[in-house]
């Protein structure tokens, strides 16, 4: 019997199997780290006097709990609280101190760190990669192995570079076909979870596989990745193929010269054979797939745009959902009136994401009682987005632009609506309070997003740019 992409990475980096009384012992590759979910790791090795065990394969940045806003005349950033402050500052103590590169406040790399670990290099296929972030789905776009883990699991990895592990299962998503104009990625993702549900892969390591997924670019790649979390996947991965070649040449983290034809000889060899058997297998046409949006509080109550809300029975989860929403159940969305729109994230915040803001927003207006915030991923996206002009494209239909940072995806910087807002979001969940205390989040692809932002409104992009000679 064959094997999968997953036991192929798997079956590498073992150090000690799995056995009836234990789990296995899954050696570690790349660690990436951020202010949040590190300094309790960190204080736990200095308890037990350890050292981090290899802090070359340790990559940190900041970016949960940072303000997206410019520092003010005298150089203060408003942090949110002391304790955000604090987060910071530790983070950098603690890299000066065991060695370990960090983009902190001076890098022109610093970013939310599922968007700089790929832009760096630093995300290669084959690799097994975990972070103290739920997210680090995300880098499985690239052919690795990776997963968050908690607050302890990261101390354990500083301290020995391995992880314990119980093995998980398999699960092939197959997507054929050609996805419609302006369909995207966001759509893609939103549209499986919505079909399998939240727990629909749990215990399993999806494999995204398809004609579909391979026409994808490697952004629209990492927006799928990211968001198998959200379907209770352990993780998601797609097979290296030349696209993904293409994207990693020649970044700063990169292998070079001979050990770049070497890595891509090996790499090439990371796929599922033909004969490998997966405990689980989907199969979805790209061609039913319209611009989703989603009605309730978790990622899988969602729906066509142009779709009714699903009816409820009184007690049940989705009407407890539309309770908390202010939605019911046989109604459309369509016509709702929102009051902000966020885009950002780790899902949706690289310039590919701004480019199609941009071109839906220019030489238009947003509504003028609807707040707009765009985050670009990283230092690096804002450049070249200011670059190419996509700020001023913002800042001229009546969008705030910002720094880069977590921001609104998780509202623990700040970036919060208010209490009954309703906030349409490119970010990867739409939990009660995500986003602030009784907020009301709706997810939705970046072109979604920005049609409306323009009407203040739920909208159907289709119809809207078509109506607007878009």
């Not at 590759?29 to 736990?44: G, Y």
């Not at 990211?226 to 209770?232: P, T, V």
């Not at 902000?340 to 899902?347: E, K, N, R």
């Not at 995806?409 to 700040?414: E, Q």
Request: glycine content about 10%; some cysteine; hydrophobic content about 35%.
């Amino acid at each position: 019997m064959g094997l999968t992409l997953f036991e192929k990475i798997w079956k590498k980096h073992v150090v000690c199997p799995e056995t009836t009384q234990a789990p296995a012992v899954l050696y570690i590759d790349l660690h990436l780290l951020h202010e949040v979910t590190s300094p309790q790791a960190f204080s736990q090795l200095k308890q037990k006097a350890l050292p981090v065990h290899q802090p070359n394969r340790c990559l940190a940045t900041i970016d949960h709990a940072i303000p997206t806003l410019p520092a003010g005349p005298d150089g203060k950033r408003s942090f949110v609280s002391a304790q955000a402050s604090e987060q910071v500052d530790t983070l950098e103590q603690n890299c000066k101190e065991h060695g370990i590169q960090i983009h902190d406040w001076d890098s022109p790399n610093r970013g939310i760190v599922h968007v700089i670990g790929p832009e760096l290099g630093a995300t290669q296929p084959g690799m097994t990669i975990v972070c103290g972030d739920s997210h680090t789905s995300t880098h499985g776009a690239f052919g690795a192995l990776a997963f968050g883990i908690g607050t302890t699991e990261v101390g354990h990895v500083l301290a020995t570079q391995c992880l314990l592990q119980q093995k998980p299962k398999t699960m092939n998503i197959e997507v054929c076909g050609d996805l419609r104009p302006g369909v995207s990625a966001k759509d893609v993702i939103l549209h499986i979870i919505g079909q399998i549900g939240v727990d629909g892969a749990s215990g399993c390591v999806i494999e995204y596989s398809g004609e579909t997924i391979r026409n994808m670019d490697m952004e629209s790649r990492m927006t799928l990745c990211n968001m198998s979390i959200e379907c209770g996947a352990r993780a998601g991965m797609i097979a290296p193929d030349e696209v993904t070649f293409h994207y990693l040449e020649g970044r700063a983290m990169s292998p070079e010269g001979n050990n770049w034809k070497r890595s891509v000889g090996v790499w090439r060899e990371l796929y599922s054979d033909e004969n490998a058997d997966f405990d689980q297998s989907v199969s979805v046409d790209a061609s039913d797939i319209r611009p989703i949006i989603s009605f309730g509080t978790n990622p899988g109550m969602v729906v066509k745009v142009i779709q009714a809300i699903p009816s409820a029975e009184a007690g049940d989860s989705i009407s407890k959902s539309l309770d908390y929403m202010g939605f019911k159940g046989g109604e459309t969305l369509l016509g709702k009136q929102i009051d902000v729109v966020f885009i950002g994230s780790c899902t949706n915040a690289r310039i590919t994401d701004l480019r199609i803001v941009a071109d839906v927003l220019k030489n238009r207006k947003i509504a003028a009682r609807t707040k707009v915030i765009i985050v670009p991923g990283s230092e690096s996206v804002k450049k070249v987005a200011e670059s190419e002009g996509l700020d001023k494209i913002f800042i001229d239909c009546g969008a705030e632009w910002r720094n880069p940072g977590c921001s609104m995806c998780i509202g623990m910087n700040g970036d919060i609506a208010k209490p009954g807002e309703y906030v349409v979001s490119t970010s990867n969940r739409n939990f009660e309070g995500r986003q602030g205390t009784g907020v009301r989040t709706l997810l939705a692809s970046p072109r979604t997003a920005a049609v409306c932002a323009l009407a203040g409104m739920i909208a159907d992009p289709d119809n809207f740019l078509e109506q607007n000679h878009g």
